[in-house]
């Protein structure tokens, strides 16, 4: 139903609902979008959840929060799932079927989305209608079939070059993610604590999947990372004197300690420039860098180094497989340093034809017969 306002009432409802709709919609308030009249009422309608559906939104949080599942995962599943609420426009939720996912998933793909991002657009419509919308016997959601790519990985010497390009906290960071084989995200959240100089160990805690575990420590990072953490450390002393100096803490443990977050060894290796109020506890402190910055240093180092594959964080961490697998290390210890659930996985990182064993040689190469 059409509402009949006059245009002083449209601008009114129009700031109204404005306010409204931008509480959980800020990072859209750069959008001219939210222009309201009696005409636009279908498409305002299309385009913002209706209550419902916003109910249900509101318990997938929730669901995934109460389940401790990364706060990557939970971002990504939320955004598809509202991706996809928008997409089938403003019908009861009750009524949302597998033809309306059928058309999402096909819509996704006239987008060309790569095969990866479906599938995981895929599992978060799945874990919504089974454990949100309690659809236990929905069909299984198609997945999209992924091509197998050769993993990218750097020679010793393009190696070197790069960390020739990084200096400083990055260069740190990049010889971390290659010399002990972790992630860039789980770089960024180690703990002063986590490093271990007498046993030769990185404690990486709250990995994928929420799994710790332990991996190297390499003796060449050692003198960088003892200056890293006296950094770490006068950082943390001046941010102490001015009534700061607080790290977030995982899980629960800012009630079950509530001085856990000020101590030193939990303040994390690479810190932020700026303090933040932390969410939790309401303290100020420093959350550590965030991952697109090194991702950034590193595809610069990259370019600046004449590199010609594409240089990535991830790429050091298949390269640390590569080499470990051609320096005799079984395949299931490198599953256990790269924190892999399935070993397949791991067999695609090291997958080359260097490192089948039987040192192949062209025909090109070999011996000239007269």
């Not at 992924?146 to 010497?157: A, D, K, N």
């Not at 084989?181 to 770089?187: F, L, N, Q, Y």
């Not at 404690?203 to 953490?229: C, E, S």
Request: proline fraction near 4%; aromatic fraction near 8%; hydrophobic fraction near 40%.
């Amino acid at each position: 139903m059409l509402l009949n306002l006059g245009s002083e009432g449209g601008e009114v409802l129009e700031m109204v609902l404005k306010s409204a709709w931008l509480g959980p919609h800020k990072h859209l308030a750069h959008l001219n979008i939210l222009s309201f009249r009696a005409r636009d009422e279908a498409w305002w309608m299309r385009f913002h959840p209706d209550g419902a559906s916003a109910q249900a939104l509101d318990r997938l949080r929730r669901v995934l929060h109460t389940r401790a599942y990364a706060a990557k995962t939970e971002q990504a599943y939320c955004r598809w799932v509202e991706r996809f609420l928008k997409f089938v426009g403003a019908i009861p939720i009750e009524t949302i079927g597998m033809a309306h996912v059928e058309r999402f998933l096909d819509h996704l793909t006239e987008r060309d989305l790569a095969a990866k991002s479906r599938n995981q657009a895929a599992s978060a419509l799945t874990f919504f209608f089974r454990e949100v919308l309690g659809l236990e016997d929905i069909d299984s959601i198609p997945r999209a079939r992924q091509p197998e790519t050769l993993p990218t990985v750097l020679s010793p010497g393009e190696v070197e070059r790069l960390f020739t390009q990084l200096s400083g906290k990055y260069r740190l960071i990049g010889m971390m993610i290659y010399g002990t084989g972790v992630r860039v995200s789980e770089a960024l959240a180690l703990r002063v604590k986590d490093i271990d100089f007498d046993l030769a160990q990185v404690a990486v805690r709250g990995g994928k999947g929420q799994k710790d575990r332990m991996t190297l420590l390499p003796d060449r990072i050692r003198p960088a990372l003892t200056r890293q953490i006296e950094l770490v450390r006068q950082l943390h002393r001046g941010d102490r004197k001015r009534g700061s100096g607080w790290a977030s803490l995982p899980g629960a443990l800012h009630r079950k300690d509530p001085g856990a977050g000020f101590r030193f060894g939990w303040q994390f290796l690479f810190p932020a420039s700026r303090l933040i109020a932390d969410k939790k506890s309401g303290s100020r402190g420093r959350h550590h860098l965030h991952p697109t910055a090194v991702q950034r240093q590193i595809k610069r180092a990259g370019l600046a180094a004449g590199i010609t594959k594409a240089v990535t964080p991830h790429a050091l961490r298949r390269t640390f497989a590569t080499e470990m697998s051609r320096a005799g290390c079984d395949l299931a210890t490198i599953q256990r340093l790269l924190g892999h659930n399935d070993i397949r996985t791991t067999m695609r990182y090291v997958r080359s034809v260097t490192d089948t064993g039987l040192h192949l040689r062209s025909p090109l190469d070999h011996p000239r017969r007269d």
